[in-house]
C-alpha cells in the first residue's frame, strides 16, 4: 500500500540460490520454509518459531517463550537491525522458520533474512503493475505479509497476483490472478488452512465485490471461492447462500455497488474445520455506481461467515454492522472460555464499530457484546436479536469513531485477557482544537479486555491516535509500537510500563517473537507505513518527527550491547510555492475538487502528507512541490505521464471505480491552486515557527 534497496551493509547477505537450502539453525537442520500443519500442532508449546500470522491458526499473537519477563527485561538490547531504504514504512508480522525471518514490504518485495546476524539472505520483487487501477496503485503500497508453507512462500500483489516462492531458491513456483487488477489490487497477509492458501483483496469503497479464495498450495490451482456479495441478478446465483444474501439487499441496481471485501479477517479454525472470515462495508464512494443507494441489511457485507475450510460451503454468519454505521470486520481470534459455567469455543472479534463480540464458533450465535470504549451510536446490543438498540440523532447518536482497525490484538492464555490496540475519543478542547475534529480530541488507547466479563482489566493511554500491532507472551509482558516511534513493553497482569526504547520512527507493524540457539528474540519491523497513512491526517498516526524516521527490522535479546542508532531526523524546508494567482472563490472550488477526483485518497485529505517530496514508491506530499512538478501539473494531473507510477490522467481516467467525469483544464487550475494554496500555509508557518 515500494521497492526498496537494502543498506551497503547489507548486500553480502544477497546470497540467491541455495542460500536457504545449506542454512542450518541452531535448533534443527531443515528444509526451507518447512511448515507443516503437523509441524504447527506439534510446537504449540516450544514456540521457537512463529510459523503463522497471529503464530498460531487461532490467531492469538501469544507466545509461551518465558526467558525475557517483565522481571529481567531491563536487560533487554539491540541484537541487530536491518536498515532499509524506503519511502513507507513496513507494516506486515514477520513469520519465522528455523532460524529464518520471511517480511513482505510495500510493493509486494518478500525478504529472507537471517534471525541470528540480520543479514539478507535472498529478496524477491514481483514487479507489481502500478498503471493496472486506481486502487491497485494505492494497494501496491502496502503489504500486510506472507505466508509459508511446505517449502514456499506466499504473497499477494497490489496487482491481484497470489505469487508461490520457493524458499530456498527466491524463484517464482506458481502465480494466480485473485481479484480483477483493472479493478483493485491486494493488501492483506495469506492465510492457510488444509493445505490450501486463501487470499482475500481490497474494494468496498469502489464497487468491487468481495470474495474470499482458496487456492491448492502445491499447484495454484483454484480450489474455491466464496463469493460475500450477490452479484449480476441476470446470471444464476453462485451459491444457495447468495441467493439467501440477495434478499437482504434493496434498491434499484443496489447489486452494482459491490463490497464486503475480505482483505485481513481470515482465521482457520483447526478445532471444527471451519474459515471464519470478516467483511467491511458496502457502498461506492465515488465512480459511476456512488449514487446508487442499497439498503436493507446487504449481507454478507460487515459480517463474521464460517465457511467449510475443504469445500467453501456457507455455515453461519453473524452480522456486527448497522444501515448506516460502518462495522468493517477486522481479525478474529478463537479460543475457549467458561461463560456462564460452561465451557465455550468462541471466536472474539473487536470490529471498527466499538463493541467487543463473543461468539459460539460452532453455531456463530451471538455469547455478549459490549463497548470497548465511549460508544455514541448504540446503547447496546440486543443478545437475542443480534441487532444494536440505537441512539437517535436527537439524543447525540450518530457516525462512530473506528476504534479497532486492522492493526491485531492479542489474547494471552496466561491471563486471559485480549490486548486490543484502540483509538478513543474525548471532548478535549485543547486537543480537539490541535486535531481539528470538530470538538473531539483522538486518542490512542491500549486496552486489556476482560471477555468473559465484557470490562476493561487495565488501560494505557497513548498519544497518537493510531498504534501497531500487539504481542503477548507468558514472560508477563505485552509489546507494541506506537506512532510515536517508541517500542514499549507492559506488566501483562497490571499495565505499567517495564520496557521501552525510541526508536525514531513510526511503529505501524506487528511485534513477534522467537528463540534460536536457546536465546529469545522480540522482533518489530519500523517506519511509518500502512494504507490510513495515504487517506488519513498524518498527526493521527505519526510525529512530525517519527514519520521521517527510517524504515528497519529491528531484533531484540537480553544481553545485548548494541548501541541504538539513533535517526537524525531531517526536516526538511518546504519549498517557496508559486505566486498564488487565483481567487479564495477558485481554491475553494479546487478544494471541492480535490474530493471528487478523489485526490484525497492518495495525497492526505486536508494536504497533512508525509513531509517530503519522495519518488520512490512512496505517495509525494503536494505542499513539497519542486519547481518543476508545478511546471509539469498538466502532463502529470490530466495527461497521465505518470501513470507507470500509479498516478493516472485525470483527462481520460481509468474506467472502473473512478469519478465519472472527466477532469477539465479549469478544474486542474482550481486544484492546483488549492494545493499551491495549501503549500504556502505550510511554508509561512514554517517561517513565522523559525522566528519564535
Given at each position: 500500500m515500494k521497492t526498496w534497496r537494502v543498506c551497503v551493509l547489507m548486500l553480502a547477505g544477497l546470497a540467491m540460490g541455495t542460500a536457504i537450502a545449506l542454512h542450518t539453525s541452531a535448533d534443527n537442520p531443515a528444509k526451507a520454509g518447512d511448515v507443516t500443519e503437523g509441524r504447527i500442532t506439534s510446537e504449540m508449546a516450544a514456540a521457537n518459531n512463529w510459523l503463522l500470522n497471529g503464530r498460531t491458526f487461532d490467531s492469538k499473537h501469544f507466545s509461551p517463550l518465558q526467558q525475557i519477563t517483565d522481571k529481567n527485561i531491563g536487560g533487554l538490547g539491540l541484537a541487530w537491525l536491518l536498515d532499509i531504504e524506503s519511502g513507507m514504512g513496513v507494516v506486515s508480522e514477520p513469520i519465522v522458520v528455523d532460524g529464518v525471518i520471511y517480511v513482505s514490504a510495500p510493493l509486494?518485495?518478500?525478504?529472507?533474512?537471517?534471525?541470528?546476524?540480520?543479514?539478507?539472505?535472498?529478496?524477491?520483487?514481483?514487479?507489481?503493475?502500478?498503471?493496472?487501477?486506481?486502487?491497485?496503485?494505492?494497494?501496491?503500497?502496502?503489504?500486510?505479509?506472507?505466508?509459508?508453507?511446505?517449502?514456499?512462500?506466499?504473497?499477494?500483489?497490489?496487482?491481484?497476483?497470489?505469487?508461490?516462492?520457493?524458499?530456498?531458491?527466491?524463484?517464482?513456483?506458481?502465480?494466480?490472478?485473485?481479484?480483477?487488477?483493472?479493478?483493485?489490487g491486494i493488501t492483506g497477509a495469506p492465510h492457510v488452512a488444509r493445505g490450501k492458501i486463501l487470499m482475500g483483496y481490497n474494494g468496498s469503497d469502489d464497487g468491487v465485490r468481495g470474495a474470499l479464495v482458496a487456492y491448492d498450495a502445491e499447484t495454484g490451482k483454484e480450489a474455491w471461492r466464496f463469493w460475500t456479495v450477490p452479484?449480476?441478478?441476470?446470471?444464476?446465483?453462485?451459491?444457495?447462500?447468495?441467493?439467501?444474501?440477495?434478499?437482504?439487499?434493496?434498491?434499484?441496481?443496489?447489486?452494482?455497488?459491490?463490497?464486503?471485501?475480505?482483505?485481513?479477517?481470515?482465521?482457520?479454525?483447526?478445532?471444527?474445520?471451519?474459515?471464519?472470515?470478516?467483511?467491511?462495508?458496502?457502498?461506492?464512494?465515488?465512480?459511476?455506481?456512488?449514487?446508487?443507494?442499497?439498503?436493507?441489511?446487504?449481507?454478507?457485507?460487515?459480517?463474521?461467515?464460517?465457511?467449510n475450510a475443504d469445500t467453501g460451503e456457507y455455515v453461519w454468519h453473524y452480522q456486527t454492522g448497522t444501515e448506516g454505521i460502518h462495522s468493517e470486520n477486522n481479525q478474529i481470534v478463537m479460543a475457549d472460555l467458561v461463560i456462564d459455567g460452561a465451557k465455550r469455543h468462541v471466536a472474539l472479534t473487536a470490529p471498527k464499530n466499538g463493541f467487543f463480540f463473543v461468539l459460539d464458533a460452532k453455531t456463530g450465535k451471538l455469547l455478549?457484546?459490549?463497548?470497548?470504549?465511549?460508544?455514541?451510536?448504540?446503547?447496546?446490543?440486543?443478545?437475542?436479536?443480534?441487532?444494536?438498540?440505537?441512539?437517535?440523532?436527537?439524543?447525540?447518536?450518530?457516525?462512530?469513531?473506528?476504534?479497532?482497525?486492522?492493526?491485531?490484538?492479542?489474547?494471552?492464555?496466561?491471563?486471559?485477557?485480549?490486548?486490543?490496540?484502540?483509538t478513543d475519543r474525548r471532548a478535549d478542547s485543547k486537543a480537539a482544537v490541535e486535531a481539528g475534529e470538530g470538538g473531539v480530541g483522538l486518542f490512542g488507547k491500549l486496552v486489556a479486555w476482560d471477555p468473559v466479563s465484557q470490562s476493561a482489566r487495565w488501560t494505557v493511554d497513548e498519544e497518537i491516535a493510531t498504534n501497531g500491532g500487539v504481542l503477548s507472551t507468558a514472560g508477563n509482558l505485552v509489546f507494541q509500537g506506537q506512532g510515536t516511534g517508541e517500542f514499549a513493553a507492559?506488566?501483562?497482569?497490571?499495565?505499567?510500563?517495564?520496557?521501552?526504547?525510541?526508536?525514531?520512527?513510526?511503529?505501524?507493524?506487528?511485534?513477534?517473537?522467537?528463540?534460536?540457539?536457546?536465546?529469545?528474540?522480540?522482533?518489530?519491523?519500523?517506519?511509518?507505513?500502512?494504507?490510513?497513512?495515504?487517506?488519513?491526517?498524518?498527526?493521527?498516526?505519526?510525529?512530525?518527527?517519527?514519520?521521517?524516521?527510517?524504515?528497519?527490522?529491528?531484533?531484540?535479546?537480553?544481553?545485548?550491547?548494541?548501541?541504538?542508532?539513533?535517526?537524525?531526523?531531517?526536516?526538511?524546508?518546504?519549498?517557496?510555492?508559486?505566486?498564488?494567482?487565483?481567487s479564495e472563490e477558485v481554491i475553494r472550488k479546487g478544494e471541492k475538487l480535490y474530493g471528487t477526483f478523489v485526490c484525497d485518497g492518495c495525497h492526505s485529505p486536508e494536504l497533512d502528507g508525509s513531509g517530503a517530496w519522495v519518488l520512490d514508491g512512496a505517495i509525494p506530499d503536494l505542499r513539497y512541490m519542486p519547481p518543476e512538478a508545478h511546471r509539469d501539473w498538466y502532463q502529470i494531473v490530466l495527461g497521465g505521464s505518470h501513470w507507470d507510477k500509479g498516478m493516472p490522467g485525470f483527462a481520460d481516467p481509468p474506467k472502473f471505480a473512478f469519478p465519472h467525469d472527466k477532469m477539465t483544464v479549469a478544474d486542474a487550475d482550481a486544484i492546483h491552486a488549492y494545493v499551491i494554496d495549501g503549500a504556502w500555509k505550510a511554508y509561512k508557518a514554517e517561517h513565522e515557527k523559525s522566528k519564535q
Open positions: 509486494s518485495i518478500v525478504y529472507a533474512v537471517d534471525a541470528v546476524s540480520g543479514k539478507v539472505i535472498w529478496k524477491f520483487d514481483p514487479k507489481i503493475r502500478l498503471n493496472q487501477a486506481i486502487n491497485g496503485s494505492y494497494s501496491a503500497r502496502v503489504n500486510a505479509g506472507v505466508a509459508v508453507w511446505n517449502g514456499k512462500v506466499y504473497v499477494g500483489t497490489g496487482d491481484c497476483r497470489l505469487i508461490a516462492i520457493d524458499a530456498a531458491t527466491a524463484k517464482q513456483v506458481w502465480e494466480a490472478e485473485v481479484c480483477e487488477p483493472t479493478q483493485t452479484g449480476d441478478p441476470s446470471k444464476p446465483f453462485e451459491t444457495k447462500a447468495l441467493e439467501m444474501a440477495a434478499k437482504s439487499w434493496g434498491g434499484k441496481d443496489s447489486w452494482k455497488v459491490g463490497g464486503g471485501d475480505v482483505w485481513n479477517a481470515i482465521t482457520y479454525d483447526d478445532a471444527t474445520g471451519l474459515v471464519i472470515l470478516g467483511t467491511a462495508g458496502v457502498g461506492v464512494d465515488y465512480g459511476e455506481f456512488r449514487n446508487i443507494k442499497a439498503t436493507g441489511d446487504r449481507l454478507f457485507g460487515e459480517c463474521i461467515i464460517a465457511v455478549s457484546a459490549k463497548p470497548l470504549v465511549k460508544v455514541v451510536w448504540a446503547k447496546s446490543i440486543d443478545l437475542q436479536t443480534g441487532r444494536a438498540v440505537l441512539v437517535p440523532r436527537s439524543e447525540g447518536g450518530g457516525r462512530q469513531w473506528t476504534v479497532h482497525n486492522w492493526w491485531p490484538m492479542s489474547y494471552s492464555t496466561v491471563t486471559g485477557l485480549v490486548y486490543v490496540p484502540t507492559y506488566a501483562a497482569d497490571s499495565g505499567k510500563k517495564v520496557w521501552s526504547i525510541k526508536t525514531g520512527s513510526a511503529i505501524e507493524s506487528i511485534p513477534v517473537t522467537f528463540s534460536v540457539k536457546g536465546e529469545q528474540y522480540v522482533i518489530t519491523p519500523v517506519g511509518w507505513g500502512s494504507g490510513s497513512r495515504l487517506f488519513a491526517p498524518a498527526r493521527t498516526m505519526a510525529t512530525p518527527e517519527s514519520k521521517r524516521g527510517p524504515v528497519r527490522l529491528l531484533a531484540f535479546k537480553l544481553g545485548a550491547t548494541m548501541p541504538f542508532p539513533y535517526p537524525k531526523i531531517v526536516i526538511p524546508p518546504v519549498p517557496k510555492p508559486p505566486e498564488q494567482k487565483a
